[in-house]
T-cell receptor, first 115, second 112 residues
Framework: DAGITQSPRYKITETGRQVTLMCHQTWSHSYMFWYRQDLGHGLRLIYYSAAADITDKGEVPDGYVVSRSKTENFPLTLESATRSQTSVYFC??????????????FGDGTRLSIL | QQQVKQSPQSLIVQKGGISIINCAYENTAFDYFPWYQQFPGKGPALLIA?????SEKKEGRFTISFNKSAKQFSLHIMDSQPGDSATYFC???????????FGQGTRLTINP
């Protein structure tokens, strides 16, 4: 199916464990993003990528690691999960290009609970 | 640092009424102001967007009003319907940039 998919949709883990959230898009969009959504904070950018092998920090990158070896995939890893990382995580992608400001297309999110 | 402030956090409107959500920004270099709509269990989706060279943009029942001197913009939903019940986010970005800075979100409930 075309679009952007996130997996898993729900995840429960314990503090100190490593967890990886997956994001896959079928549009061959250049740009991909990871956000976390928390009540009262809206959507905050964790990391983003302008192309394969190019990543950069967003507003709240601490405790997270990303990679982008293929254009279509952009996994997010919590190396040692903490309770403060309990959140809903959204992946998004956009085509980018010289006109800029293209719509971002979001996945349906991963609800992560860290006990 | 929160660069886009959104209010109110929650809003209840009667069916047929006008819903108004406000946002204020700090960075005068921002050049693109989209609004996203999010239904429960789903990711946000672009609703409508405006650039600062116009003061208003209308798409159906949805209107963005933009006040460059006050560094404020707002979303108006005319003839609000129960199906409009969702969380709305304003956002801003620099010209040509792909990164967005989001407001805190507004949970809108339209009572039938």
């Amino acid at each position: 199916d075309a679009g952007i998919t996130q997996s898993p949709r729900y995840k429960i883990t314990e503090t100190g464990r490593q967890v990886t959230l997956m994001c896959h898009q079928t549009w061959s969009h250049s740009y991909m993003f990871w956000y976390r959504q928390d009540l009262g904070h809206g959507l905050r950018l964790i990391y983003y990528s302008a192309a394969a092998d190019i990543t950069d920090k967003g507003e709240v990158p601490d405790g997270y690691v990303v990679s982008r070896s293929k254009t279509e995939n952009f996994p997010l890893t919590l190396e040692s999960a903490t309770r403060s990382q309990t959140s809903v995580y959204f992946c998004a992608s956009t085509a980018g290009g010289p006109e800029g400001n293209q719509p971002q297309h979001f996945g349906d999110g991963t609800r992560l609970s860290i006990l | 640092q929160q660069q886009v402030k959104q209010s109110p956090q929650s809003l209840i409107v009667q069916k047929g009424g006008i819903s108004i959500i406000n946002c204020a920004y700090e960075n005068t270099a921002f050049d693109y102001f989209p609004w996203y709509q999010q239904f429960p269990g789903k990711g946000p989706a672009l609703l409508i967007a405006i650039r600062p060279d116009v003061s208003e943009k209308k798409e159906g029942r949805f209107t963005i009003s933009f006040n460059k001197s006050a560094k404020q913009f707002s979303l108006h939903i005319m003839d609000s319907q129960p199906g409009d019940s969702a969380t709305y986010f304003c956002a801003a970005s620099l010209r040509g940039a792909q990164k967005l800075v989001f407001g805190q979100g507004t949970r809108l409930t339209i009572n039938p």
